[in-house]
T-cell receptor, first 112, second 113 residues
């Protein structure tokens, strides 16, 4: 089975801190995604990447950046964390087909 | 962009009753459609997917969904609800390459004894 691993399940950070959320997949997938999940809003796409060093903005990229230096790793960066970035963050990966993706367990980030 | 609308943010059924979760899609091209389930404090798990083959799609845990082009719908059903089915369910449609998923807002399923 494809495994998508997110480095932290729970994270508490202070306003203004730089925050790194890490995601690693073990199936040599080309596509990787970062979503944010909030009650009543469902999942919203922040950024995605379809190859190493390639990145594309999703629906809500403001306040975030990403890095993909290796195929298996996709990092989400909050340059200066704010309280409105308190949320559940979900990483997903998939191959070059249109058959759905595998999600990690999520990181619940609280910014205080 | 392709999108989906899930009707009903909360659905409650009795154990043993039919489960019906509604999803309508908006797509300019033949869509690829998905249902995912999320249990508390977990990530999303793929239940089933429609990829333009058979219109009736069977998934895990006894769930199935039927693609109806004339109604632009992809409703999820299960003949008999089990307590363990209580979870959040998300319908999603795949956008054009590289196939980012656009999700509905989710439906929370409650199963009562």
């Amino acid at each position: 089975d494809v495994k998508v691993t997110q480095s932290s399940r729970y994270l508490v950070k202070r306003t203004g801190e730089k925050v790194f959320l890490e995601c690693v997949q073990d199936m040599d997938h080309e596509n990787m995604f970062w979503y944010r999940q909030d009650p009543g809003l469902g999942l919203r796409l922040i950024y995605f990447s379809y190859d190493v060093k390639m990145k594309e903005k999703g629906d809500i990229p403001e306040g975030y950046s990403v890095s993909r230096e290796k195929k298996e790793r996709f990092s989400l960066i909050l340059e200066s964390a704010s309280t409105n970035q308190t949320s559940m963050y979900l990483c997903a990966s998939g191959g070059r087909t249109n058959y759905g993706y595998t999600f990690g367990s999520g990181t619940r980030l609280t910014v205080v | 962009a392709q999108s989906v609308t899930q009707l009903g943010s909360h659905v409650s059924v009795s154990e043993g009753a039919l489960v019906l979760l509604r999803c309508n899609y908006s797509s300019s091209v033949p869509p690829y459609l998905f249902w995912y389930v999320q249990y508390p404090n977990q990530g999303l798990q793929l239940l089933l997917k429609y990829t333009s083959a058979a219109t009736l799609v069977k998934g895990i845990n006894g769930f199935e969904a039927e693609f109806k082009k004339s109604e632009t719908s992809f409703h999820l059903t299960k003949p008999s609800a089990h307590m363990s089915d209580a979870a959040e369910y998300f319908c999603a449609v795949s956008d054009l390459a590289p196939f980012a998923l656009n999700f509905g807002k989710g439906t929370s399923l409650l199963v009562t004894p």
